[in-house]
């Protein structure tokens, strides 16, 4: 069975780009995660879609973040315009429900110069 | 904050020991998970223990649960090289969101 898949792996962009990150939930995992990690830290929960619903973005700056989660399968986590304190790994998780273990991608490292 | 906080920050331990780790957190909870981050495999999951069990095993991993104190333990016995890692424990709310704390760093040395 393949992972949650997460691309691109790596990118690098200049403060004030945008920059756009995507996610392949698990087949059949209706919930989908999307998490920060600093270095040295956990990971921080930005927003949880049910299907294609976002039903806890409370931790999403909104200001330059935007997701989405279009026919409840893939989703797209935007930054428009990044800032230095952006660089951080971007990690994409699925569950079947929002009560079970999460399965997470390999992650994307984002680097703003 | 409802992160969790695990102790020690840093392990470091010969092949074969045991290795035990903290986690405690502050809030009431609906289960408690452990995950596990190498950057071969980034973050996997270990084991998740609910808040009305005590203890939990799952091959070399043992995780107790005390929600009077909010604090759980993982045990991983015999250890090997390849447990080298950053353990994490996270906390699972009635908002069904997990929080985690910053982590233990486990080196095992062959």
């Known amino acids: 069975e393949a992972g949650v898949v997460q691309s691109p792996r790596y990118k690098i962009i200049e403060k004030k780009q945008p920059v756009a990150f995507w996610c392949n939930p698990i087949s059949g995992h209706n919930t989908l995660y999307w998490y920060l990690q600093n270095l040295g830290q956990g990971p921080e929960l930005l927003i949880r879609?049910?299907?294609?619903?976002?039903?806890?973005d409370s931790q999403l700056p909104k200001d330059r973040f935007s997701a989405e989660r279009l026919k409840g399968v893939d989703s797209t986590l935007k930054i428009q315009p990044a800032e230095l304190g952006d660089s951080a790994v971007y990690l994409c998780a699925s569950s079947f429900n929002s009560a079970t273990e999460q399965y997470f991608g390999p992650g994307t490292r984002l680097t703003v110069t | 904050s409802q992160q969790g906080e695990e102790d020690p920050q840093a392990l470091s331990i010969q092949e074969g020991e045991n290795a035990t780790m903290n986690c405690s957190y502050k809030?009431?909870?609906?289960?408690l998970q452990w995950y596990r981050q190498n950057s071969g495999r980034g973050l996997v999951h270990l084991i998740l223990?609910?808040?009305?069990?005590r203890e939990k095993h799952s091959g070399r991993l043992r995780v107790t649960l005390d929600t009077s104190k909010k604090s759980s333990s993982l045990l991983i016995t015999a250890s090997r090289a390849a447990d080298t890692a950053s353990y994490f424990c996270a906390t699972g709310t009635g908002a069904n969101n997990l929080f985690f704390g910053t982590g233990t760093r486990l080196t095992v040395i062959p």
């Open positions: 223990i609910r808040s009305n069990e």
């Open positions: 879609y049910e299907n294609e619903e976002a039903v806890d």
């Open positions: 809030t009431s909870i609906n289960n």
